[in-house]
């Protein structure tokens, strides 16, 4: 009697399972995976109007739950962002679709910085969103020395208020640098001798962040940091003390791309997508709504002047001369793991 | 009963909602901040309640969130209850081995959790979505609320039972005029931390949704890298006074209908 | 006997199916290999698990451990007296209590973390309180310090505490209390030789929940310690995600699973035996 009512209730909760899992629409879907907030709803809303389809737009928070997640095979996404040395892995890993360049002619607005990248030669799987350079950003209320060098941070004046990126390779990547190597090396002893310079620093640092850097610049916690060129644009914006320089020995260029995933059931229209994103105008308004760099050098007299002002976001041609992608380290990145691991708990 | 507290323990328990309510009360006041940064205040605005109820995604994540949470608490809670029940009558070697295997989902790592069982949904050929997480979640709330109402049950004298029984009460008669009403507060606590822990679970609801089925923590985490937006602030504030409101409601209705003697929703 | 046997079976099945067979998948994993782009590969070796004994991971495995029984116990010492008045107070302000203690659960814990980044940061109110006062000059450093992320986890775990000490003050034969006051004992003796041992089972439980959630936090260390620290969750997490090391994050999980279940029989044990137990008249 008793295990009847329970049996019922199974039951009836079951039933409201297969009700919700039945209900869809019959519009075609176009499945987006990708970080918080990354387009301007308007221009996703006319997207739906004007192909009338349904996006769905789910987020993710870094690249490595993106992969772990579509190699395990989460998904049925029809378009990820990957960011660069994440799109180098997920084409080694056999992840993605080979794009169709015939359905984004479009893809011609794209300045020429950004086509054939290293980490995907020909633009195969990929087409870049935006992208940044890691730099310095400095408040200059507290730093009054002129600030040109990755050397500048170990300065013992900042004790206590150096903010780091949390994140192994660019920490190492910039260690490298600094002593003149590339920021993706695989020898060992460079790697070993970026370390200990690194341990040099650690009394310096007040925390390591990548998501929250901005704040703790904004409220001056901290007033020397390795940053995103994007993100000391926001910063200068509301911290107009807050300075940004690409090291003379250079900096680390990210991008975040356009991909689609090899199992996707939606390749056509998600190119369509990419294609109507790279429209001038509808560029204009969605890198205006968002703040980053606008790679399409078609929409640039659509933006407005403010915007094409912005050193941060609209680097020179010398600061990117001076950058590097991180480059794949295949299996050295377990020593990079190890050696971050030991860093940040320091032992 | 009425015993009396110690003065000290009083000072002592309003110290404890001064520290659990500052945070809080934060949250709250930063709702109303016009600026979007949570830093310095700027000045009142409604905005936030404004933007908020316009802003289609934070809406999908919440419907998403309370389906999930309202559906996998009712499960998890008949589950966990049915199992804490039965463990006390079985043989101490099959106790041994379920109450350790009750014990795991509490201590497996989420990452764990979540990882694992995307593989094997995968290999089940399950779409992933809401489904697959209200199963995730009903597998680790259940040990909560096993847990908890396992708590009350050892307390609890079996001699009540047995003298139901005795006097010819069936099995369901027994619990439900016996049992059920002297763990009723084991088992909505246990109900309680399960419907929270769901609420506020990321990363195992990470690895195993799919499109559309984002919830409300995968969103807020989401939106880390660009900074939460206020509207976040809001959408606590308001789901703090839904909670009050509702407990209040169903702490009222339940006394009305029990004219005489005073009963709680709570576990109180 | 076999009626009870059957209550236990939907749950049995479903941890079976949900629980037992993802965890082997795990275990064998742990045996496994992995190539240079990070994936699985069938190899059996145990070379992940004696990657664990590396002083590194060991120590790092030390810290978890002590920060975790230090949040317990301070979450206990808190909690206690908290649960007592709340289950010893009148039935109004036993409702306002619980309500109260439950409120927090309905705020993201992410936003609530966030919130103590406002309170305690250099330019946050604590300082700017302690500066008004005039007891101190400068602002503290109290943000991204290990007391930072001791007082973030026992805010996090508090109400799991509170929680299963008022169910079992709150079922407590009270009878025994009155028994004893009127043997002439003192309060004090009366708590510690009734009420405590009699709560023993919301005691062990609050503590299991906090202790083991404890453990498997990781997000505190990053916003209140400032990612400065590492916990075993954060090298599990980073195995599977940035290092694609998974055989080694697998070795992890069940060298943390297997632990924590002895730490919780050892506690229980510990529980169980000495003063603390009351000759109740079991059946």
């Given at each position: 009697m008793k295990k009847m009512k329970w049996a019922g209730l199974v039951l009836a909760v079951m039933m409201v399972l297969a009700v919700l899992s039945g209900c869809g629409s019959s519009k075609e879907t176009l499945n987006i995976y990708s970080w918080a907030d990354n387009f301007d709803a308007d221009v996703l809303a006319d997207f739906e109007k004007q192909y009338d389809v349904k996006i769905n737009y789910d987020v993710f928070a870094n690249n490595e739950d993106l992969l772990a997640k579509i190699k395990a095979g989460g998904g049925g996404y029809d378009l990820i962002q990957p960011s660069d040395y994440m799109v180098a892995t997920m084409i080694k890993q056999d992840l993605l679709a080979p794009l169709n360049k015939d359905n984004i002619p479009n893809f011609t607005n794209i300045a020429d910085t950004y086509k054939n990248p290293s980490f995907d030669p020909d633009n195969k799987y990929s087409i870049v969103y935006t992208s940044g350079v890691t730099g310095i950003a400095y408040n200059t209320k507290y730093v009054k020395d002129e600030i040109d060098s990755w050397e500048d941070l170990w300065n013992p004046e900042y004790k206590g208020k150096v903010l780091l990126l949390d994140d192994n390779r660019e920490i190492i990547g910039m260690a490298l640098k600094k002593a003149g190597h590339s920021n993706s090396s695989t020898a060992e002893a460079e790697i070993t001798a970026a370390v200990e310079d690194l341990k040099n620093l650690l009394p310096s640092v007040l925390a390591f962040d990548t998501d929250n850097i901005k704040q703790k610049m904004i409220q001056e916690e901290g007033w020397i940091a390795t940053v995103w060129s994007g993100d000391a644009s926001v910063i200068a914006k509301d911290n107009p003390d807050v300075a940004y320089v690409v090291p003379k020995e250079g900096g680390t260029i990210w991008s975040d791309n356009y991909a689609i995933p090899k199992d996707s059931k939606h390749q056509e229209l998600a190119e369509k997508f990419i294609n109507y994103m790279l429209d001038p105008e509808v560029s204009a308004k969605n890198y205006e709504s968002i703040g980053y760099s606008d790679p399409n050098t078609a929409a640039k007299p659509f933006h407005s002047e403010e915007y094409n002002n912005d050193r941060m976001i609209n680097l020179s041609q010398d600061e990117l001369s001076r950058t590097e992608w991180l480059g794949d380290v295949s299996d050295m990145l377990q020593l990079y793991d190890r050696f971050w691991t030991e860093l940040k708990s320091g032992r | 009963m009425k015993s009396k507290n110690h003065p000290l323990l009083g000072i002592h328990s309003l110290l404890m909602m001064v520290f659990i309510y500052v945070p809080i009360a934060f949250i709250i006041a930063y709702s109303f901040n016009s600026s979007r940064l949570a830093a310095d205040w700027s000045g009142f605005t409604f905005d936030w309640y404004i933007s908020l109820f316009k802003n289609r995604h934070v809406m999908e994540a919440l419907s998403n969130s309370l389906t999930v949470a309202i559906i996998s608490t009712v499960v998890s809670t008949v589950l966990g209850t049915l199992a804490a029940m039965s463990i006390r009558k079985v043989n101490s070697r099959t106790k041994a081995g379920m109450g350790g295997l009750l014990y795991l989902p509490i201590i497996i790592p989420d990452i764990i959790m979540g990882l694992s069982l995307l593989v094997l949904f995968n290999q089940l050929n399950m779409p992933l979505g809401k489904i697959t997480i209200i199963i995730a979640h009903i597998t680790f709330s259940m040990s909560y609320v096993y847990v908890v109402v396992s708590t009350r049950l050892t307390g609890m004298k079996g001699q009540l039972e047995e003298a139901a029984q005795d006097l010819g009460a069936g099995a369901w008669q027994t619990f439900r005029y016996v049992t059920l009403p002297q763990i009723l507060p084991g088992i909505i606590s246990g109900a309680l931390i399960a419907f929270t822990l769901s609420l506020d679970d990321f990363m195992v609801s990470f690895f195993v949704s799919g499109p559309s089925s984002t919830t409300l923590p995968i969103y807020i985490y989401g939106q880390v890298k660009r900074g939460i937006s206020p509207e976040i602030n809001a959408l606590c504030t308001i789901l703090i006074l839904v909670s009050v409101t509702l407990i209040f409601l169903a702490q009222f209705i339940l006394n009305r209908g029990k004219g005489q003697k005073k009963q709680s929703v709570l576990p109180f | 006997m076999r009626k009870s046997r059957l209550g236990l079976l939907p749950t049995f099945l479903w941890l079976c199916l949900f629980l037992v067979v993802p965890m082997l998948i795990v275990v064998v994993i742990s045996f496994m290999g992995r190539d240079e782009l990070g994936n699985v590969v069938f190899d059996f070796n145990l070379a992940s698990y004696a990657t664990f004994f590396d002083p590194l991971y060991l120590g790092i495995y030390w810290d978890t451990i002590v920060l975790s029984v230090l949040t317990t116990v301070?979450?206990?010492?808190?909690?206690?007296?908290?649960?007592?008045?709340?289950?010893?107070?009148?039935?109004?302000?036993?409702?306002?209590?619980?309500?109260?203690?439950?409120?927090?659960?309905?705020?993201?814990?992410?936003?609530?973390?966030?919130?103590?980044?406002?309170?305690?940061?250099?330019?946050?109110?604590?300082?700017?309180?302690?500066?008004?006062?005039?007891?101190?000059?400068?602002?503290?450093?109290?943000?991204?310090?290990?007391?930072?992320?001791?007082?973030?986890?026992?805010?996090?775990?508090?109400?799991?505490?509170?929680?299963?000490?008022?169910?079992?003050?709150?079922?407590?034969?009270?009878?025994?209390?009155?028994?004893?006051?009127?043997?002439?004992?003192?309060?004090?003796?009366?708590?510690?030789?009734i009420t405590l041992p009699q709560t023993k089972s919301g005691i062990m439980t609050g503590s299991v929940l906090v202790y083991v959630s404890t453990t498997g936090m990781f997000v505190v260390t990053d916003i209140l310690g400032g990612a400065k620290s590492a916990m075993i969750s954060n090298i599990i997490q980073s195995q599977f995600l940035g290092a694609r090391n998974w055989p080694f994050g697998s070795a992890l999980s069940v060298i943390f699973v297997i632990t924590s279940l002895i730490m919780i029989g050892l506690f229980n044990k510990a529980m169980t035996s000495k003063h603390l137990t009351v000759k109740e008249g079991r059946q």
């Open positions: - | - | 301070l979450c206990l010492l808190l909690s206690y007296p908290l649960a007592y008045y709340i289950a010893n107070a009148g039935p109004k302000l036993q409702t306002w209590g619980l309500v109260l203690i439950t409120i927090p659960f309905w705020i993201n814990f992410l936003i609530r973390t966030y919130a103590w980044v406002l309170l305690l940061r250099t330019q946050g109110v604590v300082n700017n309180l302690l500066i008004d006062f005039g007891l101190i000059q400068e602002p503290l450093q109290l943000l991204y310090t290990k007391g930072a992320v001791l007082l973030g986890m026992v805010y996090t775990f508090i109400p799991f505490m509170v929680l299963p000490i008022y169910v079992a003050l709150e079922q407590m034969d009270k009878k025994l209390l009155e028994a004893a006051s009127d043997l002439g004992a003192t309060a004090w003796k009366s708590f510690w030789h």
